[in-house]
């Protein structure tokens, strides 16, 4: 089935470093990607909305020029974490819908990356 | 705007006993998706079961079973049988857009509970 990969799984580095994060969908287009971000034990929250050949949809409250998302083809979307500092630290997640697969399932989810800023 | 809420933050549950798992939701959409994920320690998001606003009968996927009721607008997750393995956090979610639209398959999510089950 589809498959979506995301890129690296975890992440630590130093305060000031900027860091990007690899969506990929394994075997099929997608035009749109989704950017979640979850704090430990708490729910997910949309970050942007990733749009092939056009910018992304950033939802209210999300610094565009911290959070960098570029789709640079319809397989690939990156999110790029600018100048990170402690409280960047998170877990990002990615999806992408599944159009013209199963309506029974909305998305597909890379398995996350968990970014530590020291 | 659509808005989902799960009230429990934590669920306690014996192995190989049923547990339900409440969630709400309000939408002025006719047409929407209602979802439920498991998402483990390891953080991916594993894709449990779906039910549809036009859907007439409860969706059900080997364990897992989901009580929708759309005027109560609830879709609670019923788990039977509980594996130590549910142990994880549970995820209620709503679809918006309609299929074709950009927004499609975007996700809102509730809160979350956090599922324990004891040997």
């Known amino acids: 089935g589809a498959v979506v990969s995301q890129h690296p799984s975890r992440v630590i580095c130093k305060s000031g470093t900027s860091v990007k994060i690899e969506c990929r969908s394994l075997?099929?287009?997608?035009?749109?990607m989704f950017w979640y971000r979850q704090f430990p034990k708490q729910s997910l929250m949309l970050m942007a909305t990733?749009?092939?050949?056009?910018?992304?949809?950033?939802e209210q409250g999300v610094e565009k020029d911290k959070f960098l998302i570029n789709h640079a083809s319809l397989t690939l979307s990156t999110l790029t974490v600018t100048s990170a500092h402690p409280e960047d630290s998170s877990f990002y997640i990615c999806?992408?819908?599944?159009?013209?697969?199963?309506?029974?399932?909305?998305?597909?989810f890379g398995d996350g990356t968990r970014l530590s800023i020291l | 705007a659509q808005k989902i809420t799960q009230t429990q933050p934590g669920m306690f549950v014996q192995e190989k006993e049923a547990v339900t798992l409440d969630c709400t939701y309000d939408?002025?959409?006719?047409?929407?998706?209602l979802f439920w994920y498991k998402q483990p320690s390891s953080g991916e998001m594993i894709f449990l079961i779906y039910?549809?606003?036009?859907?007439?009968q409860n969706a059900t996927e080997g364990r897992y079973s989901l009580n929708f009721q759309k005027a109560r607008k609830s879709a609670n997750l019923v788990i039977s049988a509980s594996q130590l393995g549910d142990s994880a956090m549970y995820f209620c979610?709503?679809?918006?857009?309609?299929?074709?639209?950009?927004?499609?398959?975007?996700?809102?999510f509730g809160q979350g509970t956090i599922l324990t089950v004891h040997p």
């Open positions: 075997d099929f287009q997608a035009t749109t």
């Open positions: 979610a709503m679809r918006e857009g309609k299929s074709g639209g950009t927004s499609y398959g975007k996700l809102t």
């Open positions: 999806s992408a819908p599944n159009i013209g697969g199963s309506s029974n399932q909305p998305q597909h």
């Open positions: 990733s749009n092939e050949g056009s910018k992304a949809t950033y």
């Open positions: 939408t002025s959409d006719q047409s929407y998706g």
């Open positions: 039910q549809g606003s036009y859907d007439e």
